[in-house]
């Protein structure tokens, strides 16, 4: 079993950023694929970025240029840097990790971008 807790969620201004954290339990983090997922309300969980075990990284379109995920083994954690955030960012954003066929869920951090 793996568990996943994120934090640095919370209210940014348009134009601003933050960066999420995900600890992840676990001896094996480093075989872990992780990526974040945002939700926002009335829509479906969608992919935002994800970083694979090798390293290799792939965003959605809508965050190209402006996001970045990177991970420390070393500290079992996973960050995502969110710089120029748009209203539309808002979300609960959660972060996966997916390890021997098993898909795991943080419970998920609020991202409110508004003026």
């Known amino acids: 079993q793996v568990q996943l807790v994120e934090s640095g969620g919370g209210l940014v201004q348009p134009g601003g950023s933050l960066r999420l954290s995900c600890a992840a339990s676990?001896?094996?983090?480093?075989?872990?694929?992780m990526g974040w997922y945002r939700q926002a309300p009335g829509k479906e969980r969608e992919l935002v970025a994800v970083?694979?075990?090798?390293?290799?990284?792939n965003y959605a379109d809508s965050v190209k240029g402006r996001f970045t995920i990177s991970r420390d083994n070393g500290k079992n954690t996973v960050y995502l840097l969110m710089n120029r955030l748009k209203p539309d960012d808002t979300a609960v954003y959660y972060c996966n990790a997916k390890f021997n066929n098993n898909n795991y869920w943080g419970q998920g951090t609020q991202v409110t971008v508004s003026s």
């Open positions: 676990g001896r094996n983090f480093r075989l872990y694929t």
């Open positions: 970083i694979t075990v090798g390293g290799n990284t």
